[in-house]
């Protein structure tokens, strides 16, 4: 045992720069560990919502762009691809979209906000293929059906709003995202009014 007197202000000066050293090592440590459980700015990107300039998209065009790492298709239907879309209900399992594929302002029978403009994920229902757009041949595919989707892996076939035909894998429609018209020349994919999707 020591004879030197107890310097009990040293002692807590120790303690406490000691346990100040401490927290601010803790916090050290905490903070980038905290931080890594944040998405990347690369995953961040890849959710964002994605604008798609309609300004040069002629009637049967598609334009493709990626969102959340799948294809989005915006398509330009003819008036005369809208007015067949309703003559064709009796070969589609839902025809009404009462499957919720859909955002409710695309629950109608062209699944799209603006009749001539048709937005969807382009993922074949099935198992994850991406149909090809048939704009002028799919009747080769599906008797009297002028154009639509045809899914090569299996045979899964969807009309120009893509609502799949009866007798086929995909047992639903193709997805509309979320997406609105920020001009009468582009669209955004991946929120509308309510929020991101």
């Not at 601010?24 to 798609?52: C, D, M, Q, R």
């Amino acid at each position: 045992m020591s004879n030197a007197p107890l310097n009990n202000g040293r002692r807590r000066f120790l303690t406490a720069t000691t346990a100040v050293v401490g927290g601010l090592g803790a916090a050290a440590v905490a903070v980038p560990f905290i931080k890594s459980w944040n998405p990347s700015e690369k995953a961040k990107a890849a959710g964002a919502p994605v604008e798609v300039d309609i300004s040069k998209l002629e009637e049967g065009q598609m334009v493709r762009v990626e969102w959340r790492g799948k294809p989005v298709w915006v398509v330009r239907r003819a008036q005369s691809v809208v007015d067949a879309l309703k003559q064709i209900d009796g070969q589609l399992r839902d025809p009404d979209s009462g499957e919720a594929q859909q955002p409710a302002y695309a629950t109608n029978a062209y699944r799209s906000i603006k009749p001539e403009y048709f937005v969807a994920v382009g993922i074949c229902t099935h198992l994850g293929c991406s149909p090809t757009y048939l704009p002028d041949s799919f009747s080769e595919q599906v008797q009297g059906v002028k154009s639509g989707f045809f899914c090569p892996c299996h045979g899964s076939k969807f009309d120009m709003a893509g609502r799949v035909f009866q007798g086929v894998p995909a047992p639903l429609n193709l997805v509309v995202p979320k997406h609105m018209y920020l001009s009468d020349t582009k669209i955004i994919v991946g929120i509308d009014e309510e929020g991101e999707a």
